[in-house]
């Protein structure tokens, strides 16, 4: 399979746990974006890195969040002391950034629930 | 003002039927248009890029008005399986903004 992977793909935390998500892009696209989803919602933009510059943060990312791609590979964001209001669907997707070319690919979601 | 708004719907149609989704943009600096589906408890997936003169893909037609603000998805003969979600974006070079979705069900 050559799409954009997530692990896991579900998560239980308790209240004030630390959780880490994993993304692995597609192989060939240079940038990587996170988002998240609540039921009902569309998702909501967080972060991006091109090759393994972090370049953008949206005010959603409270410093309880942070995100890494190390070596311009793969990601991790990593949520500290989770709050209920974390619950939601962390998406990932790709993109080969060329110019003229926006289009992002998704991959199947980090559903977090936090009790 | 929500920067993505869409028809709240749901959408109930018979097969067969056409189904037209419409969806308004803020941000006037949005460079990047598209239609993502989503099925029930899985990822978008990208259906088509919309560009200001107009896109076909098979029973897909998509349009952009700049001008307006306004984006268009434009189903014809719906089948059982186009029910999904369907999502308007506008974006940046890096940023996608969604819509909160249009729900269609197509009925046999």
């Known amino acids: 399979d050559t799409g954009v992977s997530q692990d896991p793909r579900h998560k239980i935390t308790k209240r004030g746990q630390n959780v880490t998500f994993r993304c692995d892009p597609i192989?060939?696209?240079?940038?990587l974006y996170w988002y998240r989803q609540t039921l009902g919602q569309g998702p909501e933009f967080l972060t991006y890195f091109q090759n393994e510059a972090q370049l953008e943060k949206s005010r959603l990312l409270s410093d309880r969040f942070s995100a890494e791609r190390p070596k311009g590979s793969f990601s991790t964001l990593e949520i500290q002391r989770t709050e209920q209001g974390d619950s939601a669907m962390y998406l990932c997707?790709?993109?080969?950034?060329?110019?003229?070319?926006?289009?992002?690919?998704f991959g199947p979601g980090t559903r977090l629930t936090v009790t | 003002r929500k920067e993505v708004e869409q028809d709240p719907g749901p959408f109930n149609v018979p097969e067969g039927a056409t189904v037209a989704f419409n969806c308004t943009y803020s941000n006037s600096a949005s460079q990047s248009f598209f239609w993502y589906r989503q099925d029930c408890r899985k990822e978008p997936k990208l259906l088509m890029s919309?560009?200001?003169s107009g896109n076909e893909d098979g029973r897909f037609t998509a349009q952009l008005n700049r001008a307006s603000q306004y984006i268009s998805l434009l189903i014809r003969d719906s089948k059982l399986s186009d029910s999904a979600t369907y999502l308007c974006?506008?974006?940046?070079?890096?940023?996608?903004?969604f819509g909160k979705g249009t729900l269609l069900t197509v009925n046999p």
């Open positions: 919309v560009y200001s």
């Open positions: 974006v506008a974006g940046s070079n890096y940023k996608l903004t």
């Open positions: 997707a790709s993109s080969l950034w060329t110019s003229g070319s926006y289009e992002q690919y």
């Open positions: 192989s060939e696209h240079n940038r």
